[in-house]
């Protein structure tokens, strides 16, 4: 048994650690491990209400042992009202995860954060999609938000931006009107991150925002057009569904200065985007020149689209400066190879990195590995994964790239998937 003695200098020095050391403790401890701190000493009482970070997640719900079927929900939201209701101080983050509880209070605890100086709200809803509360317009102080699963409405008119918000991603948004998402982002001046994935209700995608330097889209939507986006440097577009419309004026419009930008230095296209460019045949005009690209990925490719494929010819060929290229192809029918033409004279001499996914043997995926390793100079490395094929394929695949010339001395071809492959590594 300790002695009275012991147990008083044991105390002390709890009691004395620097308010500087308590906090860098309780920002690293969940906020259930946080709060029993306050058993340990009058100083740690009250501490853990004066947190900046206050995350609501699912490490806060198996904490709690909450269960969405079983468990109480009003009791769930009453302890995060409490909590905010006792807080003391400023809250920079807040991270919510709702797993099937009631969110009526959101509005309310928005409300709070909107007064107390919040820099990060990331709100991850798990059940139906609902009306996000428009308390979200009066957090001036944001720098970075995160929504999942709601109703957007356009800002109120009295909405005069977020003018620190560097980091925006709207995941699964039902956007209530057409405009929504361009009256959002036309007045945060500073947003420099913007990811938009599986929305519904938007259509036509107008994006003005002069300081993004990376755009991400994952959608469906039918033309694409950009005000002033001078600072982008990374876009990824990816298609989840092909159009029924014809390419628009907007968005060969957007194409075009996408090629003019001096600072763009990544394009990834993916799903059904080159197969709606090639149908538009936008890229073929001379101006559509990426003299600034370093990378480039064009993923589920269908090869045997003489479209498609005749596309990826053409769009390599308007990036003459680029370092990395990164390709992966679908199956699809075997074409013959007589159709299939590529301009010889054409020379890449930049390109240090060729990775192809999904090869399966086919005459078109063949011949533009032929033509890829003819005009690399410089190229060091080509990897590449095959389809689901048998070994057998494989190795016959293997053989015949293992005999296409390549233009750089350096070049080496990699295998890269299973285990058992190991002995195909290098060819």
Same mark, same amino acid.
């Given at each position: 048994?300790?002695?009275?003695?012991?147990?008083?200098?044991?105390?002390?020095?709890?009691?004395?650690? %620097?308010?500087?050391?308590?906090?860098?403790?309780?920002?690293?401890?969940?906020?259930?491990?946080?709060?029993?701190?306050?058993?340990?000493?009058?100083?740690?009482?009250?501490?853990?209400?004066?947190?900046?970070?206050?995350?609501?997640?699912?490490?806060?719900?198996?904490?709690?042992?909450?269960?969405?079927?079983?468990?109480?929900?009003?009791?769930?939201?009453?302890?995060?009202?409490?909590?905010?209701?006792?807080?003391? *101080?400023?809250?920079?983050?807040?991270?919510?995860?709702?797993? *099937?509880?009631?969110?009526?209070?959101?509005?309310?605890?928005?409300?709070?954060?909107?007064?107390?100086?919040?820099?990060?709200?990331?709100?991850?809803?798990? *059940?139906?999609?609902?009306?996000?509360?428009?308390?979200? +317009?009066?957090?001036?102080?944001?720098?970075?938000?995160?929504?999942?699963?709601?109703?957007?409405?356009? %800002?109120?008119?009295?909405?005069?931006?977020?003018?620190?918000?560097?980091?925006?991603?709207?995941?699964?948004?039902?956007?209530?009107?057409?405009?929504?998402?361009?009256?959002?982002?036309?007045?945060?001046?500073?947003?420099?991150?913007?990811?938009?994935?599986?929305?519904? &209700?938007?259509?036509?995608?107008?994006?003005?925002?002069?300081?993004?330097?990376?755009?991400?889209?994952?959608?469906?939507?039918?033309?694409?057009?950009?005000?002033?986006?001078?600072?982008? @440097?990374?876009?990824?577009?990816?298609?989840?569904?092909?159009?029924?419309?014809?390419?628009?004026?907007?968005?060969?419009?957007?194409?075009?200065?996408?090629?003019?930008?001096?600072?763009?230095?990544?394009?990834?296209?993916?799903?059904?985007?080159?197969?709606?460019?090639?149908? *538009?045949?936008?890229?073929?005009?001379?101006?559509?020149?990426?003299?600034?690209?370093?990378?480039?990925?064009?993923?589920?490719?269908?090869?045997?689209?003489?479209?498609?494929?005749?596309?990826?010819?053409?769009?390599?060929?308007?990036?003459?400066?680029?370092?990395?290229?990164?390709?992966?192809?679908?199956? &699809?029918?075997?074409?013959?190879?007589?159709?299939?033409?590529?301009?010889?004279?054409?020379?890449?001499?930049?390109?240090?990195?060729?990775?192809?996914?999904?090869?399966?043997?086919?005459?078109?995926?063949?011949?533009?590995?032929?033509?890829?390793?003819?005009?690399?100079?410089?190229?060091?490395?080509?990897?590449?994964? +095959?389809?689901?094929? &048998?070994?057998?394929?494989?190795? @016959?695949?293997?053989?015949?790239?293992?005999?296409?010339?390549?233009?750089?001395?350096?070049?080496?071809?990699?295998?890269?998937?299973?285990?058992?492959?190991?002995?195909?590594?290098?060819?």
């Amino acid at each position: 048994m300790a002695c009275p003695e012991t147990s008083t200098k044991m105390e002390d020095l709890i009691s004395n650690v %620097p308010d500087i050391v308590i906090d860098k403790i309780l920002e690293k401890l969940p906020i259930r491990k946080a709060a029993q701190t306050s058993v340990l000493s009058k100083q740690w009482r009250h501490t853990w209400l004066s947190l900046k970070s206050l995350i609501f997640d699912h490490n806060f719900r198996k904490e709690l042992k909450y269960n969405a079927e079983t468990s109480n929900r009003r009791e769930f939201c009453l302890i995060i009202s409490s909590i905010l209701l006792h807080h003391n *101080g400023p809250v920079h983050d807040f991270v919510l995860s709702i797993l *099937g509880c009631d969110l009526t209070n959101h509005s309310q605890w928005i409300s709070f954060l909107s007064k107390n100086g919040v820099r990060k709200i990331v709100i991850i809803n798990w *059940g139906d999609t609902m009306d996000l509360t428009s308390y979200i +317009f009066r957090c001036t102080e944001l720098v970075h938000l995160e929504l999942y699963n709601f109703n957007l409405n356009p %800002p109120p008119t009295d909405f005069t931006g977020f003018p620190y918000l560097k980091h925006l991603e709207l995941l699964y948004i039902n956007f209530t009107k057409q405009n929504s998402l361009h009256s959002l982002i036309r007045s945060c001046k500073m947003l420099a991150t913007l990811k938009l994935d599986n929305w519904s &209700g938007m259509d036509h995608i107008v994006i003005d925002a002069p300081s993004l330097q990376t755009l991400i889209l994952i959608g469906d939507f039918e033309s694409l057009a950009f005000g002033n986006v001078r600072s982008l @440097k990374s876009i990824s577009l990816h298609l989840t569904k092909m159009p029924k419309k014809l390419v628009t004026v907007e968005t060969i419009d957007a194409v075009n200065l996408l090629a003019s930008s001096s600072q763009l230095q990544t394009i990834q296209f993916g799903g059904y985007l080159c197969q709606f460019l090639a149908a *538009g045949g936008i890229i073929r005009s001379p101006q559509n020149t990426f003299h600034h690209l370093d990378k480039l990925c064009l993923t589920y490719l269908d090869l045997s689209d003489y479209g498609v494929f005749s596309y990826l010819l053409a769009i390599i060929e308007c990036c003459p400066y680029i370092k990395k290229l990164d390709i992966s192809v679908i199956p &699809g029918e075997n074409v013959g190879p007589h159709i299939l033409d590529y301009n010889y004279n054409y020379k890449l001499n930049h390109l240090l990195e060729i990775s192809i996914k999904g090869i399966r043997g086919s005459c078109a995926e063949l011949k533009l590995v032929e033509y890829l390793l003819v005009i690399s100079v410089v190229l060091e490395n080509m990897f590449f994964e +095959f389809g689901n094929v &048998g070994i057998e394929s494989e190795l @016959k695949m293997s053989k015949a790239l293992m005999r296409f010339p390549r233009a750089s001395t350096k070049a080496s071809l990699v295998c890269q998937e299973r285990p058992w492959n190991f002995f195909m590594a290098y060819l």
